[in-house]
């Protein structure tokens, strides 16, 4: 919406700065001997708190000549300790993914000849994305509605949206857009919360129960030994609507995790091997942005394109 940037910048600046201060503060105030792991179901739920807190304090600290009529979505990953906690407000979306980086000589070879066979080659699991927060799903609708709010539904396609006055928001959460607040559109992030060790240890479980299907009797022993130079790889990835609507997430998760291909020669201690990954993480990004630039500019015609931004 109108000034919508002007919030966007304010969120991006002053969200981790408050984050990190009152989680120094959490840790500095807590009982010397107390646990401050999260794998402690209290410790979780205080710092769950403690971030929905922040971003609803974020939306009612945003310049007020801004916030009324424009506003920002927030996704945000947090790592603290061996926990993840994934925090969204809006219509951008954050994912958390694993893929398994081997030593196999021959597919790192053909996949650095070709960049599509090495990204269909990737075996990449995304195990938790956050949803898009619109107006039409039941329980946004309903918390809208309530509130006087009226929520409209494309019958032939295209995004639902909050109506108020003059305006149609195509998300039932945001920071800032107070005008829409009256009408139910709130800052309240969804938080998801993920142990590392427990993923990591379902990784390796699956593998195992992979494995022991695809292995006879007399292959076992080789089998055994085919994961002794793998690595699990965990990484995260945020990025605005404007991404999403043309790129499935799939093929994002894909595409990162084929930056961690390490080619033999690098595993090897090669020095003079001029690849160690067979595509860069930025020119990954990059491709992700061009496909999702050029699907706006084919579906307007040119004449628009919305917000395409992705960190990993």
Not at 195 to 211: C, G, I, K, M
Request: some cysteine.
């Amino acid at each position: 919406g109108p000034n919508g940037e002007i919030v966007s910048q304010y969120a991006a600046t002053t969200l981790p700065n408050l984050l990190a201060y009152r989680l120094h503060q959490l840790e500095a105030n807590a009982p010397p001997n107390s646990n401050k792991e999260p794998s402690d179901s209290n410790v979780a739920e205080i710092i769950t708190n403690l971030i929905t807190q922040t971003f609803i304090d974020i939306d009612a600290l945003s310049p007020s000549a801004a916030a009324y009529t424009g506003g920002c979505t927030a996704s945000i990953v947090l790592r603290y300790g061996a926990t993840l906690f994934i925090a969204n407000a809006g219509d951008s979306r954050s994912f958390v993914a694993t893929t398994t980086v081997g030593t196999s000589s021959s597919t790192q070879q053909q996949s650095q000849q070709n960049r599509s066979a090495m990204i269909k080659n990737t075996s990449c699991t995304i195990h938790y994305i956050t949803r898009e927060d619109k107006p039409h799903l039941q329980d946004e609708r309903t918390r809208i509605e309530a509130l006087g709010g009226r929520v409209s539904i494309p019958p032939t396609g295209g995004t639902s949206r909050v109506h108020y006055g003059n305006y149609g928001l195509a998300m039932s959460r945001s920071l800032g857009d107070w005008n829409a607040g009256v009408f139910g559109v709130i800052p309240d992030p969804i938080v998801h919360v993920i142990h590392a060790q427990d993923l990591r240890d379902s990784v390796l479980q699956q593998q195992t129960n992979n494995e022991e299907q695809q292995c006879t009797s007399e292959e076992e022993p080789a089998c055994k030994n085919s994961d002794a130079d793998t690595e699990i790889v965990l990484f995260v990835v945020s990025g605005t609507d404007g991404l999403f609507d043309y790129v499935e997430p799939q093929l994002i998760a894909d595409t990162i995790a084929s930056t961690f291909i390490k080619s033999s020669s690098t595993i090897n201690n090669n020095d003079d091997d001029d690849g160690s990954l067979a595509l860069h993480l930025i020119d990954a990004c990059g491709d992700l942005v061009l496909t999702s630039a050029n699907g706006w500019n084919v579906e307007s015609g040119g004449r628009y394109r919305d917000d395409i931004a992705i960190a990993v």
